[in-house]
């Protein structure tokens, strides 16, 4: 019954013996294997077999892992304290290097990225360094990448996750940032008034234009209507004074015509004369001219005076005859 016992607990032994030089490696492990304290091999992902009490396996994580480095006060160039706050992104490329030559890796790149952080902080001023994060994300990322390829790894990515300047200048900024901004709304409503002006210039100075044009076509059409009432008042008196000539010429002759058809007397002769003469005085004119040809009517008076006085014995026939020309007007 002991034997039995022994033999079950030298089973057991062996087993967790042989069960302790058994590994597995995850996909994303590598295993360093050592022998006797020494460095013999890396193995791959898988099942792993090392031989208990004389060699050794460590497993190295080979994802992307973060650091968080501590907020680093730093002073910029203009003289300004900033807290500096940053995040590591890294990923092991040698597991062997990792291990091996550097203690603790997190402190080792913490303390590298603070003192990395003066060196590019400081070399700008505060609102260069506000404002070109990306700029300080590839200069520390160099940097850390270089330095830590000894380490068997490599920096993915540096991200700046806070730079905070003290409260004064917070205070400073914030004025600054809300007077820009009341300027850019004084500008923006100036030159919004100023192109409403210029665009009401322009529609009154475009009606007045169309007014113009207006009145002045209106002004040329009238002047048009009026020459041309003008040009027909015109001819119309024109033709009516050329009516009124023929119509005078044609009654002068007709009164001719008479004249000689009726044959009158030098004495009736000189009395519608005489009687003309009066009505030519009774008009506006200050003046009376006498025809040319007024020899005849004057001897006809003079005959009538004397038939009158019973001096001058009658024509012959008691008619003369009309002068040969009809009197001129």
């Known amino acids: 019954m002991a034997f039995i016992v022994v033999l079950a607990a030298l089973a057991l032994v062996l087993f967790v013996v042989v069960a302790s030089g058994v590994k597995i490696i995850r996909p994303y492990e590598r295993g360093l294997v050592e022998r006797l304290g020494k460095y013999r091999d890396t193995v791959e992902p898988g099942l792993r077999v090392i031989v208990p009490f004389i060699e050794r396996m460590e497993r190295v994580d080979m994802r992307e892992r973060v650091v968080d480095v501590p907020p680093q006060e730093v002073i910029t160039s203009d003289n300004v304290v900033v807290s500096v706050d940053a995040v590591i992104y890294y990923e092991a490329t040698d597991p062997q290097k990792l291990v091996y030559n550097v203690v603790d890796f997190y402190l080792a790149v913490s303390k590298l990225a603070q003192t990395n952080l003066r060196n590019v902080v400081g070399d700008m001023q505060l609102d260069q360094a506000l404002t070109s994060r990306d700029t300080i994300n590839t200069k520390l990322r160099e940097i850390l990448d270089d330095a830590?390829?000894?380490?068997?790894?490599?920096?993915?990515?540096?991200?700046?996750?806070?730079?905070?300047?003290?409260?004064?200048?917070?205070?400073?900024?914030?004025?600054?940032?809300?007077?820009?901004?009341?300027?850019?709304?004084?500008?923006?409503?100036?030159?919004?008034?100023?192109?409403?002006?210029?665009t009401r210039a322009e529609g009154e100075k475009q009606a007045a234009i169309l007014s113009a044009e207006g009145h002045r076509q209106g002004a040329i059409l009238y002047a048009e209507g009026e020459a041309q009432a003008t040009k027909t008042a015109a001819e119309a008196e024109r033709f009516r004074q050329v009516a009124v000539a023929e119509g005078e010429a044609d009654a002068i002759r007709l009164v001719y015509g008479a004249i000689h058809e009726g044959q009158p007397t030098s004495e009736l002769i000189a009395i519608k004369y005489l009687e003309a003469l009066e009505t030519m005085a009774d008009g506006q004119a200050t003046k009376i001219f006498l025809p040319t040809e007024s020899s005849a009517v004057l001897g006809a008076l003079g005959g009538i005076r004397e038939l009158l006085d019973g001096s001058a014995p009658a024509s012959r026939g008691g008619r003369v005859a009309p002068p040969s020309t009809p009197p001129q007007t």
Do not use: L
């Open 148 to 198: 830590t390829d000894k380490w068997g790894t490599r920096v993915v990515r540096v991200e700046i996750q806070r730079i905070d300047p003290p409260a004064d200048v917070m205070h400073a900024m914030h004025e600054q940032m809300k007077a820009e901004r009341t300027r850019r709304a004084v500008v923006t409503t100036a030159q919004g008034e100023r192109e409403a002006a210029i």
